[in-house]
């Protein structure tokens, strides 16, 4: 057998998540997992029946690269009611392979090597990750706690001749912060200022709590012709295994995304697109507004308990992920933390440094509870070892 090194230079970096690996530890010691996000709820009957349809008729061939017309136009449909972003389905509309399929079109679509992009810590490690693979290069800004505020000057302070785009996750993961539109608007005249792209990852955009606003980047004014909206339907429905999103952008960057689209993904599954388009048409608010309801009672369920437990939770405003201080156990290392109480409570965590290019993330843990209620009941019941 060879002994040369096949792994390819711009992957070396690249070490296993460690989402995955407190997954793996937490199989190992039957614990209950808080980690990944996998969100095994039940999805809505209509998908699920439409999608079954779709089969039974056999829609098996390859679609458009940007997705079946039905999808498209009923996502576009989405995205002015909900969004209140108005877009052309014919060309300024992608279906990609999730949310993440999406982000990898941009940044092969639209960036060079060398280019910097500004990221906001605590960040999700796939944006980071993704964009050093493309030869990009992540510029971090970091937000404070308990609020997760970013100073304003700090973006003409990373700002240099190779800054091409600023992405924005909002709701947050794993910080759960709502990005207000005072905020978006300072990232907006930012961006118009200096000519430069706004990327944004809104997959936990129905998820928002105590009277928060989802906005999005493109509504404000003149930020529609730079803004790359990311989506899709993973979280929403309880569907992360079908790697169904979108990209919605003017015509001039949603073309070179479909592009990619193209080449990388000939098109997302077919028959999942047309049972996601034909359930979008029947599923109303309703939906939207119980499981915004189920999401922020487990929220409040287990922040309870942490701090019940002497630990101190950040009160996420949206998405479904609680970044808890455990500074009182004295490990001053993230990863030691999450195995102390996997071990202690049989409850998997991740380590907040997961998160972070800085040290802000030592001592900090991020829970999921994207999970039946019962479970997290019972993780809630686990956690108290620590009182």
């Not at 230079?9 to 407190?22: H, K, T």
């Not at 302070?157 to 992405?167: E, G, I, Q, Y």
């Amino acid at each position: 057998m060879s002994t040369q090194d096949f792994r390819s230079e711009r992957i070396g970096f690249l070490q296993q998540s460690e989402i995955r690996a407190m997954t793996r530890e937490c199989n190992r010691l039957g614990g209950i997992n808080l980690g990944q996000g996998v969100c095994p709820l039940p999805s809505p009957p209509e998908l699920l029946e439409a999608a079954a349809q779709a089969v039974r008729e056999d829609l098996s061939t390859y679609s458009r690269f940007d997705g079946v017309d039905e999808l498209r136009h009923a996502v576009a449909r989405k995205l002015k009611r909900y969004n209140k972003i108005e877009v052309d389905p014919e060309t300024e509309l992608v279906t990609t392979i999730g949310s993440a399929g999406a982000f990898i079109c941009a940044l092969q679509g639209l960036f060079n090597p060398g280019d910097e992009i500004i990221v906001f810590e605590p960040f999700y490690g796939y944006h980071v990750n993704a964009i050093r693979v493309a030869g990009c290069v992540p510029k971090v800004i970091t937000m404070k706690a308990p609020d997760w505020s970013f100073d304003p000057e700090d973006l003409e302070r990373l700002r240099t001749d190779r800054t091409r785009a600023v992405l924005v996750n909002t709701p947050g993961n794993p910080s759960g912060k709502v990005f207000s539109r005072d905020e978006l608007g300072v990232i907006a005249d930012f961006c118009k200022t200096h000519d430069l792209l706004g990327i944004t990852d809104e997959i936990y955009e129905y998820l928002v709590y105590d009277g928060q606003e989802h906005v999005s980047l493109a509504t404000l004014p003149g930020m529609f012709e730079r803004t790359i909206t990311m989506s899709g339907f993973s979280k929403t429905f309880a569907i992360t295994g079908w790697r169904l999103g979108y990209v919605a952008a003017p015509a001039h960057l949603a073309g070179p995304m479909g592009l990619v689209n193209d080449l990388f993904y000939i098109c997302a599954p077919t028959p999942l697109q047309h049972g996601l388009a034909r359930a979008l048409e029947v599923i109303g608010d309703d939906y939207f507004d119980e499981i915004r309801k189920k999401y922020k009672a487990n929220r409040d369920l287990f922040c309870d308990a942490l701090v019940e437990a002497g630990l101190t939770p950040h009160v996420p405003e949206g998405s479904y992920y609680i970044l808890t201080d455990v500074t009182r156990f004295g490990l001053n290392d993230a990863r030691a933390s999450a195995m102390h109480i996997l071990e202690k409570a049989g409850v998997a965590s991740v380590a907040g440094s997961a998160f972070f290019a800085s040290d802000g993330g030592r001592n900090l843990v991020r829970f999921c509870v994207a999970q039946p209620r019962e479970v997290v009941e019972q993780a809630a019941e686990r956690i108290q070892v620590f009182k």
